[in-house]
């Protein structure tokens, strides 16, 4: 079946690939309900990624996010990572990567344009609309911090429950997702949409879609191919030659 994708790879002009929490779990990151350990093990994190949770407890929610920062900067790309940069460096403009991952590792990997839907954990924005005054290079310091004039806080530049994607990336992951004509879902459930629908956009277009996860996910009903092995271990040995 490898054999089969990696002839589908050489033949495609247009590649798309979606990844998810998967990849990054084989280099170490937790996952989003896994990163509930130690202190905060007693919070729910759909209670504290939301905007309502930030403004309530601000502190508390800074304080989570800075605890998952800590843990992705132990880790490292994977070879998955690493193939997936590769791959595009070798074939500039070939395959759109886009990730609902927020850790970064495969802009860290080398994948310079990286299609985030799901925003940066690594990143901060204005909590409401930047004044004048708001200025992110001179801030008060805290948890968090915040404007000097005006007291807007700062918050992670993560997509939040009950938020809307960011639309440029959003309307350049639907462009990939219908412009290709093969389709990778690597380590991703196919449960959280509007993510999984590129996906189904890109089935119904009429390009190949495979799927890489050692576990069955809910894409698998459109998928051409399922292969059932880790990203680290499938894509180095899809991509490399």
């Known amino acids: 079946m490898r054999d089969t994708v990696r002839q589908w790879i050489r033949e495609a002009r247009r590649i798309a690939v979606l ?67 590769a791959f595009q460096q070798r074939h500039p403009g070939r395959l759109a990567l886009i990730t609902q991952n927020v850790d970064g590792l495969h802009q860290r990997a080398g994948s310079h344009e990286t299609i985030a839907i799901h925003g940066s954990i690594l990143q901060d924005q204005w909590l409401d609309a930047a004044r004048p005054c708001c200025d992110a290079g001179a801030l008060q310091a805290g948890r968090p911090p915040r404007c000097l004039v005006c007291g807007n806080l700062r918050r992670p530049a993560v997509v939040w429950f009950g938020e809307s994607l960011p639309v440029t990336a959003l309307e350049a992951a639907e462009e990939a997702a219908n412009a290709c004509e093969l389709m990778l879902v690597i380590g991703t459930s196919g449960v959280v949409y509007p993510a999984a629908g590129l996906a189904l956009a890109a089935h119904q277009r009429g390009a190949r879609v495979v799927v890489i996860n050692p576990e069955p996910t809910e894409l698998d009903r459109v998928a051409d191919h399922c292969l059932r092995e880790p990203a680290a271990q499938c894509l180095p040995a899809l991509l490399e030659h």
């Open 19 to 85: 990844t998810g929490a998967g990849i990054s779990a084989e280099s170490g990151v937790p996952t989003f309900r896994d990163a509930q350990t130690g202190l905060w093990a007693q919070f729910n994190p759909q209670e504290l990624a939301t905007e309502a949770a930030f403004r309530a407890h601000p502190q508390r929610v800074w304080d989570w996010y800075a605890f998952r920062r800590e843990m992705i900067a132990k880790v490292a790309p994977n070879a998955g990572h690493l193939a997936l940069a």
